[in-house]
């Protein structure tokens, strides 16, 4: 009995080639838009936060003013606004906002 050898021709190799790597270069492609992948840990984290209760009739601007007058307002409302992950500028009297720790007393 005679052994067959498998024998590929130059497009069956570019085939089998791609086939391979075609799921290693999706899985690259994956990691790197999400940027890898978040890990829980049961360890609490240190971190507290100054707050402060917005007044009636006080924007968000003029908190950032207050809170800190030697900063660009600008600055200060961009950060206010990631911190407390808010939607817009409109704030409600009594409603309590994190403060940065930059601009935390």
Request: without cysteine.
């Amino acid at each position: 009995m005679r052994a067959s050898h498998l024998r590929l021709t130059r497009r069956g190799r570019l085939v089998l080639t791609t086939l391979v790597a075609l799921p290693l270069v999706a899985a690259a492609g994956a990691f790197a838009l999400n940027g890898g992948v978040a890990v829980a840990s049961n360890s609490s984290s240190s971190t507290s936060f100054e707050y402060v209760q917005v007044s009636s009739g006080q924007s968000l601007w003029q908190l950032a003013q207050s809170i800190a007058p030697a900063a660009d307002p600008r600055d200060v409302v961009s950060d206010l606004l990631h911190l407390n992950q808010l939607g817009s500028a409109d704030v409600h009297p009594g409603q309590q906002l994190a403060l940065p720790a930059k601009y935390s007393n």
